[in-house]
């Protein structure tokens, strides 16, 4: 079969085995995928769906005991499995590329930047100075602002979009014709992430590359792709034009994951959210029927003994036997507040912060960096605080401070249930170290692969609930099914477990010692919709049940909004906003908070309201005078921002923003969004003793 000279890459028929305790076991099964010039192809599904083996079978970089059990792929019109060594090296040289998802174990950390793209073009037959030239012209066409700069440095100096944004020219500086994305903007901030999706989008255009954008992220398809193919257990379960199937899904599966963001302003008040119960198959597993109908609330008999074809519905395809009531899949979760329950009685003060202050690098002068500046907060018990900001605001040297890790500046305060917390956890109390317990980002790293689940959770219990025997074996069966691990899960060390249910691990950890705060620190950042969907609502039982007090650490704003009673807007170490929730997301905002959100992705946004931020956040070791947002900011009204550093001050009861412009006067803007974006919002403003 010929390829059709329209489509950059064809998937005819696919199927991808590996092979598992002497057998081949099918990862993908006859997949069928085109995706024609300049277009952008999304795949999405959960982890271990095949997205990624779908992507390596692309660029034949199947792992050693991965093979291609049929098909093939065609990369403009070039059987990929019938190439030759120089054939293929050729083709992954001129004709494709890909970006991976952490540019920093794609960059080498010994060499230069400017060395390491200057690579590319060297390979390509450019000489030393061409290629250095050429290096220099494709930072620029990424958006970096100070190519020079970049050149200079190594990758430990840049920040995640920095990174990525190299990452993307080393990939394009072969002029290829496909361009693979897997997962490049999982860990970034909001604003960075619409950055690096705006500079995918502006050289999609410039260079008329096509592109498969693999993503758990599905607000961040619906921005990018024209197209989107939802894989389940290496099936295309459906596919189609990007808005049809988001709008209009007609396969079950695709409504199941819809179902499990917390966009659209939902609350945790409001009901859990909607999961999908049980787990995928295993390698090999699929029977005769359905793949999705033991987890499918409409599965019948025949889906389970017949396996449904892939109906075409005008240009829509689904893989369900009863695609046209895919939408009446029964919801898992219920979806509105218990009104039965009683009214929350007044609850008390669990942690005080008051004029936090963190310098690195201190000296007799007063100099250094200042991460965190003047932080003052207080925390109930059984409610969240949502901390957010870019990367660089000082999300990171606050948790830290708060749990002891390093020591703030004198003539701070912090107070745990009435009582002040010494600096350094070393010098705190027992009962102070086991209330105060956090949940790392990555449980990879957290979690000893050597060991058993059981034994990390029971040496937890061990240490911060002075267990042992029955009574420890008792509390961690319990501990364990608060968390939904089951005896197998505790039987296996942390390496044999998925992504979702390492993170359970991991809060069962810091539940042992019955704390009564726990920092959240991007906990489902990592995770796709339907395991982050799964997590929230496991956090939002165990606060419920436990009284448990969380700071909950984001970029994801959605989940945020979902999780917080409180929300607290950091920049530069300063609290820009702080304020209940959906006040602080209804607004007035303060001007980065406003700039937050309207970068940050949801299904159906349009982008004509979204507010670009110029340049990076500055560096925090020579903040700008004045408002220290002022370099930055849309709104800006003239030499007070650049001289004074505004108040924090109330916009309504127990909201505040740290701004010069009045609230009412940013809710006035911030309704005619975004035909006032593109100028100051007046002349001048004086302040009160009448400076300008």
Not at 65 to 90: F, Y
Not at 183 to 207: C, M, S, W
Not at 409 to 431: Q, T, Y
Not at 568 to 595: D, I, K, N, Q, W
């Amino acid at each position: 079969m010929n390829g059709n000279a329209e489509n950059v890459l064809e998937l005819d028929d696919l199927s991808v085995a590996y092979r598992v305790g002497g057998t081949d076991r099918l990862v993908l099964r006859n997949v069928s995928l085109r995706i024609g010039r300049g277009e952008a192809y999304g795949l999405v599904g959960e982890s271990g769906c095949g997205k990624s083996t779908a992507a390596l079978s692309v660029v034949r970089y199947l792992p050693r005991n991965g093979s291609v059990a049929g098909g093939h792929v065609r990369l403009d019109g070039k059987d990929i499995m019938g190439l030759d060594r120089e054939e293929l090296r050729r083709v992954r040289a001129e004709d494709l590329s890909m970006v991976y998802q952490d540019p920093a174990k794609a960059l080498n950390p010994s060499i230069p930047i400017g060395r390491q793209l200057a690579e590319v073009f060297e390979i390509g037959g450019a000489s030393a100075k061409e290629a250095r030239s050429r290096a220099y012209e494709m930072l620029e066409k990424v958006q970096i602002s100070d190519p020079a700069r970049v050149m200079g440095g190594y990758p430990h100096q840049l920040s995640g979009g920095m990174q990525q944004r190299v990452g993307i020219a080393m990939a394009l500086a072969s002029d290829p014709k496909m361009l693979i994305l897997d997962e490049p903007t999982t860990g970034l901030d909001a604003t960075v992430e619409a950055e690096v999706l705006d500079l995918i989008g502006h050289l999609r255009r410039e260079f008329s590359i096509s592109i498969l954008f693999i993503s758990h992220n599905l607000a961040v398809v619906s921005r990018v792709c024209d197209r989107v193919g939802v894989l389940y257990a290496g099936m295309l379960v459906e596919e189609g034009p990007t808005d049809r199937v988001f709008r209009n899904p007609r396969h079950p599966y695709t409504v199941a994951l819809l179902r499990c963001l917390p966009g659209g302003g939902r609350r945790k008040s409001s009901g859990g959210l909607d999961t999908i119960p049980g787990f995928l198959p295993g390698l090999g597993a699929i029977g005769e029927g359905c793949a999705f109908a033991d987890r499918c609330g409409l599965a019948t008999e025949r889906c389970r003994t017949e396996r449904p074809p892939l109906h075409d519905l005008d240009g829509q395809m689904s893989r369900c036997h009863f695609h046209d009531r895919a939408q009446s899949l029964p919801h898992t979760t219920r979806h509105a507040p218990d009104e039965s329950r009683e009214p929350p009685a007044p609850r008390r003060p669990v942690l005080r912060v008051q004029g936090l202050n963190k310098t690195y690098g201190r000296d007799r002068a007063g100099g250094g960096v200042a991460a965190v500046k003047d932080l003052s907060l207080e925390l109930k018990a059984g409610q969240t605080l949502g901390l957010v900001g870019e990367s660089g605001s000082g999300k990171t040297t606050f948790a830290r401070t708060l749990l002891g890790l390093i020591e703030p500046d004198e003539g701070g305060r912090i107070e745990l249930d009435g009582k002040e917390l010494a600096e350094r956890v070393g010098d705190r109390s027992f009962e102070q170290t086991k209330s105060l317990q956090i949940i790392f980002q990555n449980p990879d790293s957290a979690l000893n692969r050597s060991h058993s689940v059981r034994g990390l959770i029971g040496r937890a219990l061990r240490q911060l609930g002075g267990l042992r025997g029955a009574a420890m074996d008792r509390r961690l069966k319990e501990l364990a099914g608060s968390v939904r691990l089951t005896d197998h899960h505790l039987s296996v060390s942390p390496r044999q477990l998925s992504g979702g249910l390492k993170q359970r691990v991991a809060i069962a950890r810091a539940f042992a010692g019955d704390p009564s705060v726990v920092v959240c620190d991007e906990p489902t950042s990592a995770l796709d919709v339907s395991v982050q969907a799964a997590i929230l609502n496991l956090l939002v039982e165990l606060q419920s049940e436990r009284d448990v007090s969380y700071i909950f650490i984001s970029h994801d704003l959605g989940v945020v909004r979902y999780l917080s009673d409180n929300v607290l807007v950091l920049y530069l170490g300063r609290v820009m906003e702080y304020g209940p929730s959906e006040e602080v997301f209804s607004g007035p905002h303060h001007p980065y908070t406003e700039a937050l959100l309207s970068a940050a992705s949801d299904i159906g946004d349009a982008e004509d309201g979204r507010i670009r931020l110029e340049g990076e956040i500055p560096s925090a070791a020579a903040p700008p005078s004045g408002c220290a947002f002022h370099t930055r900011c849309p709104r800006r009204i003239g030499s007070i921002c650049d001289e004074l550093d505004p108040p924090l001050k109330e916009a309504q009861s127990g909201h505040a923003i740290r701004c010069h412009i009045p609230a009412d006067e940013l809710a006035a803007l911030q309704v005619q969004r975004p035909s006032t974006l593109s100028r100051p919002v007046s002349a001048e403003r004086r302040d009160d003793n009448g400076r300008p």
